[in-house]
C-alpha cells in the first residue's frame, strides 16, 4: 500500500528586529534642479535626455516649475527667482546617479544625435559599471549608469 505524502507548511521566517532607535529608511527620492532659464532646461530634459513633463505649477500666471518624469524616476525643475543673484553657480559638489536597464552606449548616442554633448563618453569603471556623464545647461550632473 502506498503511503500518503503530506506537506507541511514551512512557518516563515521573521525578519531581524529593527535597530533601535529605528534609522532613517526612504522610499523614494526626487531631485529639485533651479534653472536659471526654465524653458531651456525644459527642452533640454525632454528634447535631448528623454524625460516627459508632467504636473507643471504657476505662480501669476507664469510657469514656475515643473515635475519630469523618466521611467519610475521623478525630478523637479524650478525657475530661479534669483535671490541669491543671477551670476551663482549651480550644481557644484552634487552628482546625481541615474540607473538604467537600457543599452548605455544606444542611449548615449541617441542624446548625442538630439544635440547633447557628453562629459564622458560610455566608460567602463574600475569597479565594473559602465557609465557615461553629462552636464545639463546650468551645470547640474548626471552620470548614467547601466544596471547589469
Wanted: hydrophobic share 35%.
Amino acid at each position: 500500500m502506498a503511503t500518503k505524502r503530506v506537506k507541511r507548511a514551512v512557518k516563515p521566517s521573521r525578519p531581524p528586529a529593527r535597530r533601535q532607535p529605528e534609522t532613517l529608511r526612504l522610499r523614494n527620492i526626487t531631485p529639485s534642479f533651479t534653472a536659471t532659464d526654465l524653458q531651456r532646461s525644459i527642452a533640454f530634459y525632454r528634447d535631448v535626455l528623454g524625460f516627459v513633463i508632467g504636473e507643471e505649477w504657476r505662480e501669476n500666471g507664469e510657469l514656475a516649475g515643473c515635475e519630469i518624469h523618466a521611467g519610475a524616476v521623478t525630478f523637479m525643475l524650478g525657475q530661479d527667482d534669483f535671490a541669491k543673484g543671477r551670476d551663482r553657480q549651480k550644481g557644484l559638489g552634487a552628482r546625481v546617479w541615474c540607473h538604467t536597464a537600457q543599452d548605455l552606449d544606444k542611449l548615449a548616442g541617441e542624446i548625442k544625435a538630439r544635440g547633447g554633448v557628453l562629459d564622458q563618453e560610455p566608460t567602463d569603471m574600475p569597479w565594473g559599471d559602465r557609465v557615461f556623464m553629462i552636464s545639463d545647461p546650468d551645470g547640474f550632473k548626471l552620470t548614467f549608469v547601466q544596471v547589469r
